[in-house]
């Protein structure tokens, strides 16, 4: 059964978003430190202290102008690199993995994703694999050390557009490892707005095959697309995904039901959308050939 996660990037109340989910038994949040403007972390050490069950994944690469100035005083960054607000040079993925430790309240971080690498614009493919590749070496002697547990990468277009591919940050772990790497995850957007995987799942090929057949876990980010679902998925559509659900247990049965998905992140604000939402994905998936039928209708 694909679990439901918390996902953090739009919740109104970070703390009361995580305290819903947690005592409905979510197993999953996901953060960032640039969430809620750089508060979203220390928002969730008290959950995750009362919940030590629950793991919780998050990231390096995008910073807050606050975090930016410690990346400088750390010495990490100089003033140019931290103008930028990204990146994923060694020194600093370092630095902040030890800021979200503090931050989480956690020793040992379950998942550190590299934050849409893709925003390194000023690499060409070598270059960007060769700062990936530098980047999961930190990683790998952060997974020594006992300060995670393992690491991926959480992207919002790199795999759809070609920056990177499974096969190459594969590549780039066991380079960095020297051997038997700890790449573990990968997140990216599966929705009724981002079918494309989904469509050449059904086909045997793409990033969600690869990464599955590796053994990743697969995580889908923003299963209603930021809520634009919400308004988007009217009676019509729901029913013919499955009659009797509401367009938003329509959108997640679709992104749960995608093979080798593993779970499903939400933004879920309130007890009330947290249950809902725990209903829809709990639901008997839809199957290949319902799937395919979904993209045969948005297509038309």
Same mark, same amino acid.
Request: hydrophobic share 45%; aromatic share 4%.
């Given at each position: 059964?694909?679990?439901?996660? *918390?996902?953090?990037?739009?919740?109104? $109340?970070?703390?009361?978003?995580?305290? /819903?989910?947690?005592?409905?038994?979510?197993?999953?949040?996901?953060?960032?430190?640039?969430?809620?403007?750089?508060?979203?972390?220390?928002?969730?050490?008290?959950?995750?202290?009362?919940?030590?069950?629950? @793991?919780?994944?998050?990231?390096?690469?995008?910073?807050?102008?606050?975090?930016?100035? /410690?990346?400088?005083?750390?010495? &990490?960054?100089?003033?140019? $690199?931290?103008?930028?607000?990204?990146?994923?040079?060694?020194?600093?993925?370092?630095?902040?993995?030890?800021? #979200?430790? %503090?931050?989480?309240?956690?020793? +040992?971080?379950?998942?550190?994703?590299?934050? #849409?690498?893709?925003? &390194?614009?000023?690499? $060409?493919? +070598?270059?960007?694999?060769?700062?990936?590749?530098?980047?999961?070496?930190? &990683?790998?002697?952060?997974?020594?050390?006992?300060?995670i547990t393992g690491y991926g990468v959480s992207t919002w277009?790199?795999?759809?557009? @070609?920056?990177?591919?499974?096969?190459?940050? *594969?590549?780039? /772990? !066991? /380079?960095? %490892?020297?051997?038997?790497?700890?790449?573990?995850?990968?997140?990216?957007?599966?929705?009724?707005?981002?079918? @494309?995987?989904?469509?050449?799942?059904?086909?045997?090929?793409?990033?969600?095959?690869?990464?599955?057949?590796?053994?990743? +876990?697969?995580?889908? !980010?923003?299963?209603?697309?930021?809520?634009?679902?919400?308004?988007?998925? @009217?009676?019509?559509?729901?029913?013919?995904?499955?009659?009797?659900?509401?367009?938003?247990?329509?959108?997640?049965?679709?992104?749960?039901?995608?093979?080798?998905?593993?779970?499903?992140?939400?933004?879920?604000?309130?007890a009330g959308h947290w249950l809902q939402a725990q209903e %829809?994905?709990?639901?008997?998936?839809?199957?290949?050939?319902?799937?395919?039928?979904?993209?045969?209708?948005? +297509?038309?």
């Open positions: 059964m694909t679990i439901l996660g *918390l996902g953090t990037y739009r919740c109104r $109340d970070v703390g009361q978003a995580a305290e /819903a989910a947690a005592a409905h038994g979510t197993p999953w949040i996901d953060t960032a430190p640039v969430y809620g403007a750089g508060a979203a972390q220390p928002a969730l050490a008290g959950t995750l202290a009362a919940y030590p069950a629950i @793991g919780v994944s998050t990231k390096v690469g995008y910073m807050t102008g606050r975090q930016a100035d /410690a990346a400088v005083r750390a010495g &990490c960054l100089d003033v140019a $690199d931290a103008g930028h607000r990204y990146s994923i040079a060694p020194d600093y993925v370092a630095v902040q993995i030890e800021a #979200n430790r %503090a931050e989480l309240g956690r020793r +040992r971080l379950d998942v550190l994703y590299l934050h #849409n690498p893709e925003s &390194c614009s000023h690499y $060409d493919p +070598r270059r960007l694999h060769e700062a990936i590749t530098a980047a999961f070496a930190v &990683c790998e002697q952060a997974v020594e050390e006992g300060r277009a790199g795999l759809a557009d @070609g920056a990177f591919t499974v096969p190459g940050l *594969l590549e780039a /772990a !066991s /380079a960095a %490892a020297g051997g038997e790497h700890h790449l573990t995850a990968i997140q990216l957007p599966v929705s009724l707005v981002h079918l @494309g995987a989904v469509q050449e799942a059904l086909h045997g090929r793409g990033p969600l095959v690869q990464a599955g057949g590796a053994g990743l +876990r697969i995580w889908a !980010s923003s299963p209603l697309h930021g809520a634009e679902l919400v308004s988007l998925v @009217g009676a019509e559509l729901a029913h013919a995904i499955r009659p009797g659900l509401d367009p938003v247990q329509a959108a997640l049965l679709v992104t749960s039901s995608v093979p080798a998905v593993h779970g499903v992140l939400l933004s879920a604000s309130t %829809a994905v709990q639901l008997p998936p839809l199957n290949g050939d319902e799937l395919a039928r979904v993209c045969e209708l948005l +297509r038309a």
